[in-house]
């Protein structure tokens, strides 16, 4: 079974929808990320969790929300998506300290239309 | 700050051999570099600390330089295994070392 998982894989919606994207994991780690990629630019950081009382912005936070529900439990939410919230996203988590490998899901493919 | 990353992309002959950069404007703590195949997540290839040795995964090994505030991964006889997009993550010293600003990415092509 896979460490990290995330769902739905993939998502087609409308404009002006609420979506949540959720990410499940068993690694244990206490930190978690959430990344959107698109064609070009590689993954940017949109909101990280080093525990269940810690949640940070990223990069690119607007128009995005996060709740950590429990250690293995973190999810993304866009209360009101637009189109150019179409791309590839990425849950991540890491165990902490100095060696900070981070472990990606399989990714969720958003299209909002 | 996003690190750059040269080439974007390169071709290469099973067997050649290849570097793909990263460079930083800001004093670096630490830099990862993952690989993405096709379809697929990132996933780990090494972490290169401040002060640290290089590192090495298989035939792929990666330094950094401090003073230049740059890695540098070597893909040593290519494979046809090694194509993917490669991308470096950096971690910047002070209250955010643990959160990774990536690159652009490098696209690797390795062919027959």
């Known amino acids: 079974d896979a460490d990290v998982t995330q769902t739905p894989r993939n998502r087609i919606t409308k404009t002006g929808k609420r979506i949540m994207l959720e990410c499940s994991q068993t690694k244990g780690h206490d930190r978690m990320y959430w990344y959107r990629q698109d064609p070009g630019l590689g993954l940017r950081l949109i909101y990280y969790?080093?525990?269940?009382?810690?949640?940070n912005k990223g990069e690119i936070s607007d128009g995005y929300s996060v709740s950590r529900q429990a250690q293995a439990k973190f999810s993304l939410s866009l209360e009101s998506a637009i189109p150019n919230q179409t791309a590839l996203y990425f849950c991540a988590t890491s165990l902490g300290g100095g060696n900070n490998e981070q472990f990606f899901g399989p990714g969720t493919r958003l299209t909002v239309l | 700050q996003q690190p750059v990353q040269s080439p974007q992309a390169v071709i290469l002959r099973e067997g050649e051999d290849a570097v793909i950069n990263c460079s930083s404007s800001k004093a670096l703590y630490s830099v990862h570099w993952y690989r993405q195949k096709h379809g697929e997540a990132p996933v780990f290839l090494m972490i290169l600390l401040k002060g640290g040795e290089q590192m090495r995964h298989e035939k792929i090994s990666a330094s950094f330089n401090e003073k230049k505030q740059q890695s540098s991964l070597y893909l040593t006889a290519s494979q046809l295994s090694y194509s993917g997009t490669y991308f470096c993550g950096t971690a910047y010293s002070g209250a955010g070392s643990y959160q990774l600003t990536f690159g652009k990415g490098t696209k690797l092509s390795v062919i027959p």
């Open positions: 969790s080093f525990d269940v009382k810690d949640i």
